[in-house]
């Protein structure tokens, strides 16, 4: 909550001891100097400081305070402040002070952002912003009880899963191929929901070979941010690397002859952010899936982006999406649900009933599982997949933006920065949005940039003011290319698009 305003008034000189200080010599000693701060319950006499204390609560007043009075300490050890007269000035600015530090305090830190970048799924700025659906659940679900583990028919608890186990069903058993005579219809895919797809990993492997082998190709390796890497989690999992291949080109035949009595589980492992192109090979999904049956292990793919749709339908080339993978035989696959899904922040491990059931059941997934304000976002998401309304996700819906469109609302922007006078240059140029967040390292957008210049500040000073807004603005982040702030809007909301105007024009630049 932001600080309370106060009413405006005139500053009244606030007590210290036996207030003296004017009186003192100029010459005061740094002793004489700190006999003379006044004590905090002195400080708390003063009318402006109890009227803060009031409005923002005493004890944030307090620990406000202290910190004023360190800071008046530093400043007479440091010789800042030298003499009784200084140090009467900086008392009497102690209520304003005190408020400064308390409207520090109050304001969040935490802030939306205008993400005029062009990366949907920037992970640096939350990824998937969640739909207004999704929001409005969350608000109905957290602001009063509810059904998480209780049956509203049976009078009993009730397992949290079942909320979004029905929906994930659905979703994933209408992308399965019809039966046969040779090939009846499997059974539906389940699904168990921790708290992010790193987790979801480390929890599938612990649970299926724990204290055994896993085998996966180097080229898989890979580090997912932050340092995490893949054979740091399977290290925490409990599980033994058996890394075959090389970097660039793994066989079949690899798999084949690693394994052994202590295989328990085959590993395919998305190349999140980055590719390997040239002189490569690896083995279809179909192929490690046909080996894993012949001898009887589970194959386990960690796909990380969870795309429910085609990708192919949002633009994307060169991805797989979940039901593939299950369609191919894969026997568990976890994904993440902030990314190509457009969903919150989660953890998804969908796959074969028997082997689903045996991750639930390991006591770690007490610890990973998401709470009631994911469940509710999340379900909100899967309905409007249920719906057939994907353009409700805001994440897929800018995906399929045309770049036409982009460019209509860059130029309506660029007309108003020229018509506002020539503080700017502006051009706008052809360029490529991209998906981000690890999810397709390859893939792009055609998009339109709105190119800034402007004379006597360089495109970073701009960006870095754009940055810096107050809390009454929202912040712009945008890209600096070849010395010029760019701005994609494709991923800057429609309704956003007079709030980065205003924020450009604000910016008084001469």
Excluded: W
């Amino acid at each position: 909550m932001k600080s309370a305003k106060l009413p405006s008034r005139k500053p009244r000189p606030v007590p210290h001891r036996a207030g003296k200080a004017a009186a003192v010599s100029a010459a005061t000693s740094n002793a004489g100097l700190f006999r003379l701060l006044p004590s905090i319950d002195s400080l708390l006499q003063s009318e402006e400081i109890v009227q803060i204390a009031r409005h923002e609560g005493k004890a944030l007043a307090l620990a406000g305070l202290r910190n004023i009075l360190a800071t008046l300490r530093n400043q007479i050890s440091s010789g800042a402040i030298r003499d009784a007269t200084a140090l009467d000035l900086a008392l009497h600015g102690v209520p304003e002070a005190l408020q400064r530090e308390l409207q520090q305090t109050l304001d969040y830190s935490l802030r939306p952002v205008i993400n005029a970048t062009g990366v949907i799924l920037h992970t640096n700025l939350g990824r998937a912003p969640l739909s207004p659906e999704a929001l409005r659940r969350i608000t109905a679900v957290a602001g009063a009880y509810s059904n998480l583990e209780f049956d509203l028919d049976s009078g009993e608890r009730s397992r949290r899963d079942v909320h979004l186990q029905r929906l994930f069903s659905r979703i994933l058993e209408e992308d399965q191929p019809p039966a046969t005579r040779s090939a009846p219809k499997k059974a539906a895919p389940q699904t168990v929901v921790v708290n992010n797809c790193a987790a979801a990993v480390m929890l599938a492997l612990n649970s299926l070979a724990e204290g055994a082998e896993v085998i996966v190709s180097r080229g898989e390796l890979v580090e997912i941010g932050e340092s995490f890497r893949i054979p740091d989690i399977m290290a925490k999992a409990d599980v033994i690397l058996r890394e075959v291949g090389a970097t660039n080109r793994t066989r079949i035949a690899d798999y084949k002859r690693a394994i052994n009595d202590k295989t328990r589980l085959l590993l395919r492992v998305h190349r999140s952010n980055f590719a390997i192109t040239g002189f490569t090979e690896q083995p279809s999904l179909q192929e490690l899936a046909g080996l894993a049956v012949r001898h009887n292990l589970p194959l386990m793919e960690d796909l990380g982006g969870g795309a429910l749709l085609n990708p192919a339908s949002l633009g994307i080339t060169g991805e797989s999406g979940v039901s593939d993978s299950l369609r191919a035989g894969v026997s568990v696959v976890t994904y993440s649900g902030d990314k190509l899904m457009g969903g919150p922040q989660a953890g998804m491990i969908s796959g074969r009933a028997d082997l689903v059931a045996k991750i639930r059941g390991n006591p770690m997934f007490r610890a990973l599982r998401v709470d009631k304000l994911t469940s509710a976002a999340l379900e909100a998401t899967l309905m409007s997949y249920l719906r057939g309304d994907h353009n409700a996700i805001p994440a897929l819906r800018m995906m399929r933006l045309p770049a036409e469109e982009i460019g209509s609302r860059a130029q309506n922007l660029a007309a108003r920065l020229v018509a506002a006078g020539e503080h700017y240059e502006v051009e706008l140029l052809n360029g490529e949005s991209v998906i981000g967040g690890g999810a397709a390292p390859d893939a792009t957008l055609p998009t339109r940039l709105l190119a800034l210049t402007c004379k006597g500040f360089t495109a970073n000073q701009i960006a870095a003011r754009l940055r810096k807004a107050d809390q009454n603005s929202t912040p712009v982040i945008a890209r600096v290319l070849d010395g010029r702030l760019v701005l994609d809007l494709r991923t800057v909301f429609p309704e956003q698009d007079e709030l980065l105007a205003a924020a450009l024009l604000a910016l008084n630049l001469p």
